[in-house]
């Protein structure tokens, strides 16, 4: 049997939502500022992450999200977001408010878990509008990415979906 709570885990994180299936990725540039991101990726291999376990409220489950040990430069960084509510990974700021997660879909018996991920305020997580001038990853149109966001931004509410491994 897999359980959810009182356990942390790392797993990687896909887009559930219908018509917007997909991985999501890491923005990577030269430019400081301008680099990790986190982007609709479409079909590049998705991100890991950890999933530190924090507590559990009546309705959430609450982690500190990192990137996983297959991230390279981005491993161990905190998932937090920008003053504009982008999310982003994170080495040097600080950040200490814990993910929500709210569960939608969990089961047992594979570990597949869907569910909203939500910021300290309770925004979900979001699909934010086309930009044309962001900074995807390397060598693909930015165009052809959205960046995801949170707080009071516009945008799809992203259903994530992640595996979580059964206890060794």
Same mark, same amino acid.
């Given at each position: 049997m897999i359980t959810l709570t009182e356990r942390?885990? $790392?797993?990687?994180? $896909?887009? =559930?939502? *219908?018509?917007?299936?997909?991985?999501? =990725?890491? $923005?990577?540039?030269?430019?400081?500022?301008?680099?990790?991101? !986190?982007? /609709?990726?479409?079909?590049?291999?998705?991100l890991s992450l950890v999933f530190n376990y924090r507590e559990k409220t009546q309705d959430r489950i609450l982690y500190d999200i990192v990137g996983g040990p297959t991230m390279g430069d981005y491993a161990g960084a905190k998932l937090g977001l920008s003053v504009g509510g982008f999310l982003g990974l994170y /080495?040097?700021?600080?950040? $200490?408010?814990?993910?929500?997660?709210?569960? !939608?879909?969990?089961?047992?018996?594979?570990?597949?878990?869907?569910?909203?991920?939500?910021?300290?305020?309770? @925004?979900? *997580?979001?699909? @934010?509008?086309?930009?044309?001038?962001? @900074? =995807?990853?390397?060598?693909i149109a930015a165009s052809r990415y959205d960046y995801l966001a949170a707080g009071n931004n516009p945008g799809e509410p992203l259903i994530f979906s992640v595996k979580v491994p059964p206890l060794p």
């Open positions: 942390s885990f $790392t797993s990687e994180i $896909t887009i =559930a939502n *219908v018509g917007l299936e997909g991985s999501i =990725a890491l $923005t990577r540039a030269e430019i400081p500022g301008r680099s990790g991101w !986190l982007v /609709h990726g479409g079909t590049q291999p998705s /080495h040097k700021a600080q950040v $200490t408010e814990p993910w929500k997660i709210e569960v !939608l879909l969990f089961s047992n018996s594979s570990g597949k878990l869907h569910f909203w991920l939500r910021d300290s305020e309770g @925004y979900r *997580v979001s699909l @934010y509008p086309r930009d044309p001038h962001i @900074y =995807a990853p390397a060598g």
